[in-house]
């Protein structure tokens, strides 16, 4: 059985399905370069809040923790991975192959120039060229990293855009090898129909009503504000057409309400709660009716604020970050999964094929999937 040694930062919870699934054909170990404190629980600065995954990230696989002597351990910046051990640690598990995740610490680096020519390297990266600049520091920065990827035998790229970034920089299609972002899939299929329904009934949702779910992050990358003014602008647009509803009630139908639902938190959070209050201001005050209420509800999976903004026909609601145990049942509960992500920095957006995995139609901008 060949030998497989695995560099990456700290246990992601995308990637340990992976390194299980490995396991299963070769000797391999993964070495953790973060530290110990860059384990399953840690601070994270998109989600303003320390997140503890409740899904075991270091079973089923063999794996070593390497201490990191950066005076500033973190995987936020170059200098914040240092791992005096590294080298040596791989040299004596013998791999015949050596796969790393990412160059951009200076631990990474040195073992991609280390093991030059010694063991074959690969390398995985989900870089694309999307949000390319120009000018002299670009122009320095292809330059680095062309000379970075001479380093390596062959890259896992993540899909179309990722393989542009690599050719870009030097690699040939010999040396190029497709390995798409993956999410457990069973995982996310199995059915938790009864749970998605009580969340649909913890928020007064009905099963002949329409959901529309956001979930992620609520930074500027991913663009929630664009799908908050989208939601907005097609409630007004309906509200105002009262011809249009008249007509509805004399046939005895039944105008489909809409929802949606933003599953998350950050740095947007508040001003996106804001634009909803500013919302139904104008709405009351132009209509001459009175305020929308304000109530904040209990679900059966975390506390969550919710705020109307039109009663009768669209609501929008906000639930905290969701574990991932209780995602499968939130995408469940949708009907559709909107990402506008717009960048820079988005390089994929997993959560597109989480909610594709649950059987759910998913709207996305070209950054993203």
């Known amino acids: 059985m060949k030998s497989l040694a695995v560099i990456i930062s700290h246990p992601i919870q995308y990637y340990v399905p992976l390194f299980k699934l490995l396991a299963q054909h070769y000797n391999l170990k993964v070495f953790y370069t973060w530290g110990e404190d860059g384990g399953s629980t840690k601070y994270d600065p998109g989600f303003k809040k320390t997140i ?111 393989k542009k970034y690599f050719k870009r920089f030097g690699l040939q299609e010999h040396q190029l090898i497709f390995a798409p972002h993956a999410i457990d899939n069973e995982r996310f299929a199995r059915d938790r129909s009864e749970e998605a329904l009580t969340i649909r009934k913890s928020l007064g949702i009905s099963t002949d009503e329409i959901l529309i779910l956001f979930a992620g992050k609520l930074e500027r990358k991913k663009n929630p504000e664009l799908l908050l003014e989208g939601f907005i602008e097609l409630c007004t647009s309906v509200a105002d057409r009262p011809s249009l509803l008249e007509g509805q ?13 933003f599953v998350g938190n950050g740095e947007l959070e508040e001003s996106l709660k804001s634009r909803v209050e500013s919302f139904k201001l104008q709405r009351s005050f132009g209509s001459r009716r009175s305020r929308d ?71 996305v901008s070209d950054k993203v999937g």
């Open 249 to 261: 009630k004399t046939k005895h139908e039944k105008q489909t309400k809409l929802h949606l639902l």
């Open 52 to 162: 503890a995954w409740d899904l075991p990230l270091l079973e089923d696989y063999e794996y070593e923790f390497l201490v990191n002597t950066a005076k500033d351990p973190g995987s936020q910046h170059y200098k914040g991975i240092v791992n005096p051990g590294l080298n040596n640690a791989i040299e004596t598990f013998t791999p015949d192959f050596i796969l790393i995740y990412g160059w951009a610490y200076q631990s990474h680096l040195s073992a991609l120039r280390y093991f030059k020519g010694k063991i074959p390297v690969l390398f995985r990266g989900d870089s694309t060229l999307l949000d390319e600049q120009k000018g002299i520091k670009a122009i320095l920065r292809s330059l680095f990293l062309k000379w970075v990827y001479q380093h390596i035998d062959q890259a896992l790229y993540v899909g179309t855009e990722s």
């Open 293 to 363: 209420r304000f109530a904040s509800d209990v679900n059966p999976i975390a506390i969550g604020s919710e705020q109307v903004i039109d009663d009768e026909l669209c609501r929008t609601h906000f639930m905290d970050f969701q574990n991932q145990t209780q995602m499968p049942a939130v995408y469940q509960a949708c009907d559709l999964f909107c990402l506008p992500s717009q960048g820079p920095g988005e390089t994929w957006g997993l959560a597109v094929n989480e909610a594709m995995a649950c059987g759910k139609a998913v709207l």
